[in-house]
């Protein structure tokens, strides 16, 4: 009999770490705002990345095909190797303690703008081999047509650089998603940083880190899945 | 209409084109040979400024294209080119690839576009295929769309680089046949070919190029049949016609 009050005793107080790290005092509430925090940053980033990517991935393909835009092009340069050759953790904390520091400013937006910045660089060189990746006579046939270079863009190569540039950016937004973690460093509170808030209450990791290690897996698996469906819908059409 | 001064081609060091100098005259049939890497193909693409002439004046109704305030885009709209690698949009049907053009330059309505690309995909016997896109056609039917791809701009030249080298041997006549009736219309041509069979018959001036240099020119009986250069003599004696 012993053994079974043993075991009923285990499941006993499995049952009460979760519930002290879950539904006392409501603090499910920290993971659901966690959750927000972390896909609103990765949204918002992704999208500020796309953007400042299209941007410097047009002045380098211009650049590199009309020889203009020559300090324009150095100064994209110098941003991407800048942004891929140190830490996202040190830009982070740039933006916030340096940059920011003496600013009222929302910390999510800081997150948006640090991780969006960072993507930017990441994303610039996926729309990069995106176009590159398009055989060149089809911009020599854009031209001979009368195309000018932007014309030759809109219509001839982008469309069908489109097709090896969203199955990336889609990985881009996975890898986002696990990145803003990094977040947690200066108190923006997004997932991981939401399990510590309540292991620090608790004084019990088990749980809150084992729940958002599951919230993290469904979602990049998930959009993973996804990713993998767009990749073939896009190669058959 | 073309006027070509003193034009010199590098890449880096090479030296690709020297001292090149040439007059294309309206409804010219001009047909470039020579070995592999003489500059023939370069020489081409200098005509419409595929690429830029390092040294030396293109002339084109009058105007320097080298001039860097030249509308390149204008320019080229009069000028046709048709590819080795035929250069298809392949994310466009058959139809959308002729129209795109004078669509989106607003040379002519959607409608007319339409009108005008069935015409000419009429004449080539591939109006059947104007849903099709362009990886499940062959090579010949390929180049014929590219071809009126060109023509729909009503182009006063066009310039042909090796139009026929990429194709199967069997599908090489369909395409040197449209080229004929073209030539036929009226349209002054300037082809690059190792097709010696059809630049013999097709050609009103043959250039014979090598390293960068126009060696020998004149009309296609005089470069085939009376060649006065050594170097010409041993290229036709290599080639099998």
């Known amino acids: 009999m012993d053994i079974l009050f043993d075991i009923w005793g285990f499941f006993v107080s499995i049952w009460d770490n979760f519930y002290y790290s879950v539904i006392y005092d409501n603090r499910y509430k920290f993971i659901i705002e966690g959750l927000c925090n972390t896909i609103i940053i990765a949204f918002f980033a992704v999208l500020l990345g796309i953007i400042i990517g299209i941007f410097v991935a047009i002045v380098r393909n211009y650049h590199d095909k009309t020889n203009k835009l020559k300090i324009l092009d150095k100064l994209v340069k110098l941003y991407v190797n800048v942004i891929r050759g140190t830490p996202v953790i040190l830009q982070l904390m740039i933006i916030y303690y340096v940059i920011f520091r003496s600013v009222d400013i929302n910390i999510v937006i800081v997150g948006i703008l640090a991780f969006g910045i960072n993507s930017g660089a990441y994303v610039s060189e996926i729309i990069r081999a995106g176009i590159n990746s398009i055989d060149k006579g089809q911009m020599e046939a854009g031209y001979s047509l009368g195309f000018t270079y932007s014309k030759v863009m809109k219509y001839i190569l982008m469309p069908q650089a489109i097709k090896n540039i969203l199955p990336a950016l889609g990985n881009e937004f996975i890898t986002l998603l696990k990145e803003t973690s990094v977040g947690a460093y200066i108190g923006i509170i997004e997932l991981t940083k939401a399990s510590d808030i309540i292991a620090s209450r608790t004084y019990d990791y088990f749980f809150p880190l084992i729940i958002i290690a599951l919230i993290y897996l469904v979602m990049t698996l998930g959009l993973s899945k996804l990713v993998n469906i767009m990749e073939v819908k896009l190669n058959n059409d | ?241």
Not at chain 2, 166 to 171: I, V
């Open chain 2, 1 to 241: 209409m073309i006027e070509i001064k003193n034009l010199y081609k590098d890449f880096g060091k090479k030296n690709v084109l020297k001292s090149i100098d040439l007059t294309i005259n309206k409804g010219d049939k001009i047909a470039i040979i020579g070995p592999s890497g003489c500059g023939k193909s370069t020489l081409l693409r200098c005509i419409n400024m595929l690429e830029i002439p390092t040294k030396g004046e293109v002339i084109f109704n009058g105007v320097n294209l080298c001039d860097k305030n030249v509308e390149l885009n204008k320019v080229r709209q009069k000028m046709g080119m048709v590819f080795q690698q035929f250069n298809l949009f392949s994310h466009l049907s058959v139809i959308d690839n002729i129209t795109l053009a004078p669509i989106k330059l607003g040379i002519m309505s959607r409608e007319k576009a339409q009108k005008e690309a069935k015409r000419l995909l009429k004449s080539i016997d591939l109006l059947d295929k104007k849903d099709e896109f362009p990886t499940s056609l062959s090579g010949g039917e390929k180049q014929r769309v590219a071809i009126v791809r060109s023509l729909i701009l009503k182009p006063e030249i066009i310039l042909f680089d090796e139009p026929t080298s990429a194709l199967d041997p069997e599908m090489v006549k369909e395409v040197t046949e449209l080229m004929k009736k073209i030539a036929d219309d009226g349209m002054t041509m300037v082809v690059v070919s190792h097709e010696m069979s059809f630049v013999e018959e097709f050609a009103v001036r043959v250039l014979f190029m090598e390293d960068g240099r126009i060696i020998e020119q004149g009309s296609s009986d005089d470069i085939f049949n009376h060649p006065k250069s050594k170097r010409l003599k041993e290229f036709l004696s290599k080639i099998s016609k």
